[in-house]
């Protein structure tokens, strides 16, 4: 017996939509989240048309822009939402496409590491546009040579009406390394190491709710959860206390290191989390919010380099902040985008529509959650005597930041069922 999926029933209405307006093949991805037992899939979205491409739509496959959409994607997804999958729309065969796409999203990177407990594997769906039919297939994205495995595709409504939010608001103060050379991407990888180390220290951080440490099968919301609509549905808020606290053997030692400049990062963050149960537990909650908070800081921090290396001026940054966007389904979920200082919320209605097809106005965008984040930007640094202090000042500082994020800094947490 294959995975099964449950679908959320706008997804069969979008696949039917670009059923009738295909012109030739058509890609895209599905998104949702992934359970022991079973998956629960409540959007999809096509690849969008590439701006400079000259082919018409759907004559060729741009396997460069396919992970490129997914990654943009991924960025837009809160805690606990991640790309379950593609999906082809052709009456074709389609098996060399989906094979390509495949193999898009097993060399997709994420910024945290897969645990022992978590699900890998995929799907691929065909659905042929004249027919209607659609087969559903699974595979493993750790074994490039797994064989697909059928699995079940079904519709539903509500998918999602009885998920669980969890939110948090995070202090972050780092100081992030500049290269050298501005436009080498392996320059920017090396500097964006200092991140990988916090996200561990994070992960491996202990979350205290209430006050004390439960342990990992408790029930956060036994006996708040009736069966009422969405709408009668009372909220309810605990206040939960977190702190993330860092070993010895955890410390950071001040390394001294050649770079360009820093970028000093200031602010308050607000991360959350969707759970697929009612009733979620400790771990699965505590693990996901902390993938959200290790995933929007370090996109954030990757958009504020790619930004400087591939500006010609020295200027002040903002770091963009994060907005989020309600999905049309029945339920509490929202996508998000980050918003620049110099950026209107049209320009995030307009992305959300390339990125995700999806129709949203600028009165449906929840701007409250977060101000905009502090951001000192030192410039590249002229003459030896420069470079020396530059070195010094972002070795320690950025050592002591990454303790201080993952050892110090403690933030409110609030868990509602909405």
Not at 20 to 37: D, K, N, R, W, Y
Not at 93 to 108: A, E, F, V
């Amino acid at each position: 017996m294959g995975r099964g999926f449950i679908v959320e029933d706008a997804v069969e209405g979008y696949l039917s939509k670009l059923c009738e307006q295909q012109a030739g093949p058509v890609t895209g991805l599905l998104i949702g989240q992934s359970s022991s037992q079973r998956d629960f899939v409540i959007m999809a979205t096509r690849t969008p048309q590439k701006e400079d491409s000259t082919a018409a739509p759907g004559t060729s496959l741009d396997k460069e822009w396919v992970t490129e959409h997914a990654r943009q994607v991924f960025r837009m997804l809160p805690g606990g939402l991640s790309v379950l999958g593609v999906f082809i729309i052709t009456d074709n065969d389609g098996k060399d496409t989906l094979t390509t796409l495949r193999q898009n999203l097993i060399s997709s990177e994420r910024p945290w590491s897969l645990s022992d407990d978590d699900v890998t594997d995929c799907v691929t769906l065909h659905v042929n546009p004249k027919t209607r039919k659609t087969i559903c297939r699974t595979f493993d994205v750790r074994d490039p040579k797994s064989v697909a495995k059928p699995a079940d595709w079904k519709y539903q409504s509500g998918v999602c009406s009885s998920w669980t939010t969890v939110s948090c608001c995070v202090n972050v103060d780092m100081l992030v390394p500049l290269p050298n050379n501005r436009t080498s991407t392996e320059n920017m990888d090396t500097c964006l190491k200092g991140l990988k180390v916090w996200a561990n220290q994070i992960n491996s951080g202990v979350c205290l709710i209430d006050g004390r440490q439960l342990p990992e099968d408790t029930e956060l919301t036994a006996g708040q959860v009736r069966k009422q609509s969405a709408k009668s549905k009372k909220k309810t808020l605990k206040r939960l206390l977190t702190k993330l606290c860092l070993g010895d053997e955890q410390r950071l030692t001040d390394v001294v290191q050649q770079c360009g400049g820093s970028v000093s990062v200031r602010g308050s963050i607000h991360s959350r989390a969707y759970l697929h149960s009612n009733k979620p537990k400790a771990k699965l909650a505590e693990k996901l919010l902390k993938r959200d908070v290790v995933s929007t800081v370090a996109t954030r921090v990757q958009m504020l380099l790619e930004e400087m290396l591939t500006s010609e001026e020295e200027k002040q940054l903002c770091v963009p902040r994060r907005v989020f966007c309600p999905v049309k389904t029945s339920g509490p979920v929202c996508v998000c985008d980050y918003q620049f200082s110099d950026e209107g919320l049209c320009e995030l209605t307009d992305r959300l529509k390339e990125m995700l097809d999806m129709d949203a106005a600028e009165e449906d965008l929840d701007t409250r959650q977060e101000s905009t984040l502090q951001t000192i930007h030192s410039s590249i640094t002229e003459g030896l005597e420069r470079v020396c202090v530059c070195e010094c000042v972002c070795s320690v500082a950025i050592a002591t930041a990454v303790a201080m994020l993952a050892a110090a800094a403690a933030s409110m947490l609030y868990l509602s069922d909405v």
